[in-house]
């Protein structure tokens, strides 16, 4: 009975991880194509290449193996809220351990790429920019930039390893507080340094979702919705434009015919208008080539398809976002305040999500197909945010995304902000649906006294219910997903108010984007800065 017991676990064990197999090979496929499409053809390099397509994947494959985590810990119980034959308690250990060692893994492996390996290939690339600068001197240059940050690793490591979460006797000596400190962290196996460093750069994720996600989560429906401008009117507005400047060019170089030099606010002037004519030339042969395209035709018949897609966007993109106002409404009446970090003790404000996510997990991939719909569509909206707004620090435009045109530095910088959102999805779907992250489909057993006609006195009745905070620790596994979620309180409290700052933001991109006229059909594909050479790069309009 033993043997087929686990056997019987074996085979449905290996389910989940064989689906997880699939999904990782589909991720490398996805980043592949997603880096690709956007990297620039005349300054693509191997090494940045491969760095945006493993930072990007890394973080992928992190948040689809929650499922998995949720999937095996809810896999251990029947749905009467009794343990199944094969899950003793060394069954279940070794279950839990090895997801939690995959996480130790994998978050490692996301420390090292945004602290070491992102900056350094960054950095050298900047270097490389320079002509006078050997490649020697790039390595240097590069590893004395990342050294920095690895520093800063080093010291979020050790402020999670040494940040006590139980408080030592205030009697205790020095040394006795000192050995309490060591004996937190071998009993932790540096879990809390490891989740500390995490929730840090999820605390940034969480303004990369605040600033990009939520504005794309309403620009790409709308611009869906809207449509883009025509291609011939745009193309006899930039006739007049072009003739326009041209007049101006000519009257300035009248001045210019008894042979006396121009003045300087002259030249000046000389030399803006004949930039701007360059710019206006080439978009002439943009929207010359967009006009004739067949391409651009077969886009013109898909466009109620579009329109169906935008619809479709923005009631996901509601729907989502009444369903984080409701989970927030109810950690900010039910909750156990911001010393807990909000933690709530079951749901008395039920959302959608919350409602479909659970009854979706007990018939497995069902919840798994959701939840990469749900990160799937986290990274197209802030694509889309990213590319409406770009890359900024303060109020200096670093870098412009555009497809087929984005430099290596630009890559890397995109794939860390999207390394970054991805891994604060994971505490979006926590917040939205607290009990499905932290137990699954688990029920447990409890006392309830029932009254029998045929029978004097009151019968004592073990009846399941749903696995909560309240749930005894034996009865109900957590997975090791809600421990690097919330080892640190003061993290959640964070991500709560942030979370009220996304709906805000959100709100705010909706009224933007609705009032924002139809894009250019060629929006973000040409720039004041672009050289005459970067017209010879095979177009996105292209078949």
Same mark, same amino acid.
């Given at each position: 009975m033993a043997a087929a017991g686990n056997g019987s676990a074996s085979a449905e064990l290996v389910i989940g991880w064989w689906i997880f197999g699939l999904l990782l090979l589909a991720i490398l496929v996805f980043c592949w194509v997603y880096v690709r499409k956007y990297q620039s053809q005349r300054e693509s390099e191997v090494v940045s290449t491969i760095t945006a397509i493993f930072s990007l994947a890394i973080a992928l494959i992190t948040s689809a193996l929650l499922p998995v985590d949720i999937f095996l810990v809810s896999y251990m119980k029947n749905q009467n809220g009794t343990f199944k034959d094969w899950a003793n308690s060394n069954v279940s250990k070794q279950i839990e351990d090895t997801v939690l060692y995959g996480y130790y893994t994998l978050y490692s492996v996301i420390l090292f790429s945004v602290f070491l390996w992102i900056p350094? !290939?960054?950095?050298?690339?900047? $270097?490389? =920019?320079?002509? =006078?600068? @050997?490649?020697? +001197?790039?390595?240097?240059?590069?590893?004395?930039?990342?050294? &920095?940050?690895? !520093?800063?690793?080093? %010291?979020?490591?050790? &402020?999670?390893?040494?940040?006590?979460? #139980? !408080?030592?006797?205030? #009697?205790?000596?020095? *040394?006795?507080? &000192?050995?309490?400190?060591?004996?937190?962290? $071998? @009993?932790?196996?540096?879990?809390?340094?490891?989740?500390?460093?995490? @929730?840090?750069?999820?605390?940034?994720?969480?303004?990369?979702?605040?600033?990009?996600?939520?504005?794309?989560?309403?620009?790409?429906? %709308?611009?869906?919705?809207k449509g883009t401008r025509s291609a011939a009117y745009e193309r006899l507005e930039n006739t007049e434009d072009i003739e326009e400047v041209e007049q101006h060019i000519q009257r300035i170089k009248s001045k210019n015919k008894d042979g006396r030099p121009l003045p300087g606010k002259d030249r000046r002037a000389l030399k803006h208008f004949e930039e701007r004519l360059r710019t206006l030339k080439r978009r002439d042969r943009h929207l010359e080539f967009i006009e004739k395209s067949c391409w651009t035709k077969f886009c013109g018949a898909l466009r109620p398809l579009k329109i169906i897609w935008g619809v479709f966007f923005i009631l996901v993109a509601l729907l989502f976002t009444v369903s984080l106002f409701l989970s927030n409404l109810d950690k900010a009446l039910h909750s156990?305040?911001?010393?807990?970090?909000?933690?709530?003790? $079951?749901?008395?404000?039920? #959302?959608?999500?919350?409602?479909? /996510?659970? /009854?979706?997990?007990? &018939?497995?991939?069902? =919840?798994?197909? %959701?939840?990469?719909?749900?990160?799937?569509?986290?990274?197209? +909206?802030?694509?889309?945010?990213?590319? #409406?707004?770009?890359? *900024?620090?303060? *109020?200096?435009?670093?870098?412009?995304?555009?497809? $087929?045109r984005t430099r290596p530095q630009a890559l890397l910088f995109l794939c860390m902000i999207l390394l970054l959102i991805v891994l604060h999805s994971s505490y979006m779907i926590y917040s939205l649906s607290p009990q499905y992250v932290m137990y699954g489909s688990q029920k447990y057993l409890v006392e309830s006294n029932a009254t029998y006609i045929d029978h004097k006195g009151n019968d004592t009745l073990s009846v399941p219910k749903n696995c909560d905070a309240d749930a005894p620790v034996d009865q109900c596994i957590v997975t090791r997903t809600y421990l690097f979620l919330h080892k640190f309180w003061f993290f959640s409290a964070v991500y709560y108010f942030g979370n009220w700052a996304f709906i805000a933001a959100f709100l705010i991109g909706l009224v933007v984007s609705c009032f924002k006229g139809k894009k250019s059909v060629i929006e973000g594909e040409l720039d004041e800065d672009d050289s005459d050479l970067s017209d010879d790069e095979p177009s996105v309009y292209s078949p």
């Open positions: 350094f !290939v960054y950095f050298y690339f900047e $270097g490389k =920019d320079e002509d =006078d600068t @050997s490649r020697c +001197t790039q390595i240097k240059t590069a590893f004395k930039y990342s050294l &920095v940050f690895a !520093v800063i690793c080093a %010291l979020l490591l050790l &402020v999670g390893a040494f940040v006590p979460l #139980n !408080v030592p006797n205030k #009697n205790s000596t020095e *040394w006795e507080k &000192v050995k309490f400190l060591f004996e937190e962290l $071998g @009993s932790s196996h540096g879990l809390a340094a490891l989740s500390f460093s995490i @929730s840090s750069l999820t605390l940034i994720g969480m303004l990369a979702a605040i600033t990009y996600t939520a504005y794309g989560m309403s620009a790409l429906p %709308l611009n869906l919705i156990a305040g911001i010393d807990s970090g909000f933690i709530i003790f $079951g749901t008395n404000l039920t #959302n959608p999500l919350n409602m479909l /996510l659970p /009854l979706l997990q007990t &018939v497995f991939p069902l =919840d798994y197909l %959701l939840i990469t719909t749900i990160i799937m569509y986290f990274i197209f +909206t802030s694509m889309a945010g990213i590319r #409406n707004i770009g890359i *900024w620090f303060l *109020w200096i435009r670093l870098y412009k995304i555009r497809r $087929g």
